[in-house]
């Protein structure tokens, strides 16, 4: 398989190495966490100007007409930065939920105003007692005024709380954990009988609970045929997870090129303590795990848009448990090599720590994917 990258895919890394090393070092990520929606609007417009936003849609829509590869790339980048704006929320979750489940007329009215960046989206799917099961839905969506009426809530929707619409899930029939009569809606922020109480997760990127009560959605709001969503929300997930391993590997080369750096400068008995060999060991068992995370988020990659769903799911969840393993052994070995100074927050290498444990726990953490692999060979 060739893994070497087109000319536009390098333009396109280099495009945003720079502008989060111009403008988003760790100093100005504090002032970031400070603004009201807890993430820069500034630096959302800089995104947008890059077509940033569009990475994934095509042209017609206003996009760069990428796939999953030039995702990657972004995320990878914005994982070094540690960046807090809602790229995952609205471009990857909301946006793929738009791009496979919605019709020409609403991708034509929703794509482009996500490109500009004039339009953000959330992905409102998990509910408080599903916990990793895409198909427990307990909101419900039933026929009324002319439309669909959603009763429910729906719980850590990233970016929840800043978002213009949310890609609402709701049950129209079938039992509470069945994968068939699960629709697909789209929902304003200012909706009657929308509520969302947002806050802020360990990692200080943004979430919110949403609940809604007697919301009317039109049928035009709909996405794809209602009741047979699943699919759509699996693909979601899917992408989500290809994409948030990709910002666990730029998390990770951070970490390993900080703790390298840590061992060079920080000397104890009158030397630097990476003189020490076993120090170099554990810097080198950091640097495998490192390129073994990288190769399974490019494993989650070129697996996205396999078109065998079983395929695509085994090897989803392979990728998923081998860069949350690697994200873990990275993070707790810079914590510890860093020694207590780690866990401060005026040091960043703590803050990327965090974001890797909240990575791995996110759409299914290792136990779950690898009893989700077991049963596939029972």
Do not use: C
Request: aromatic letters at 6%; hydrophobic letters at 45%; proline letters at 2%.
């Amino acid at each position: 398989m060739d893994f070497d990258l087109s000319d536009d895919q390098r333009l396109l890394a280099d495009s945003v190495t720079r502008l989060m090393a111009d403008r988003y070092g760790f100093e100005a990520r504090k002032a970031f966490l400070k603004q009201p929606d807890g993430w820069s609007t500034e630096m959302w417009g800089r995104y947008a100007e890059l077509g940033l936003l569009g990475v994934p849609f095509a042209e017609e829509h206003g996009g760069f007409g990428g796939g999953a590869v030039e995702v990657m790339l972004v995320m990878q980048e914005l994982g070094r930065a540690l960046a807090l704006e809602p790229y995952l929320a609205t471009v990857v979750l909301g946006g793929t939920a738009v791009r496979l489940g919605g019709s020409a007329a609403q991708q034509a009215a929703i794509l482009p105003a996500v490109a500009e960046g004039t339009l953000k989206l959330a992905f409102a799917h998990g509910e408080r007692d599903a916990r990793y099961d895409l198909s427990d839905v307990q909101t419900t969506a039933k026929r009324g005024n002319g439309g669909w009426v959603l009763d429910g809530a729906k719980s850590v929707v990233f970016h929840g709380d800043s978002a213009d619409k949310l890609v609402v899930s709701a049950r129209i029939k079938g039992a509470r954990d069945d994968p068939d009569g699960i629709g697909l809606f789209l929902v304003d922020a200012g909706a009657q009988g929308l509520a969302r109480r947002g806050y802020t997760l360990r990692d200080e990127t943004r979430a919110a609970e949403v609940s809604l009560t007697h919301v009317a959605v039109a049928d035009g709001d709909v996405l794809g045929e209602a009741g047979a969503a699943f699919p759509v929300i699996e693909r979601v997930v899917e992408t989500g997870i290809a994409a948030m391993g990709a910002e666990a590997v730029g998390a990770m080369e951070t970490m390993q090129s900080m703790t390298l750096e840590y061992s060079r400068t920080r000397e104890q008995f009158g030397k630097p303590i990476g003189s020490n060999q076993v120090v170099q060991h554990r810097l080198s068992e950091m640097l495998m795990a490192l390129e073994q995370g990288r190769s399974m988020a490019m494993l989650a990659t070129v697996s996205v848009e396999d078109a065998d769903p079983a395929e695509r799911a085994r090897n989803i969840s392979m990728a998923k448990v081998g860069y949350g393993q690697s994200a873990r052994f990275v993070s707790q070995q810079a914590i510890q090599m860093h020694g207590g100074i780690g866990m401060t927050e005026e040091y960043a290498v703590g803050h990327y720590f965090r974001r890797a444990m909240v990575i791995e726990h996110t759409f299914g953490d290792t136990a779950f994917h690898l009893a989700r692999l077991a049963a596939q060979v029972e």
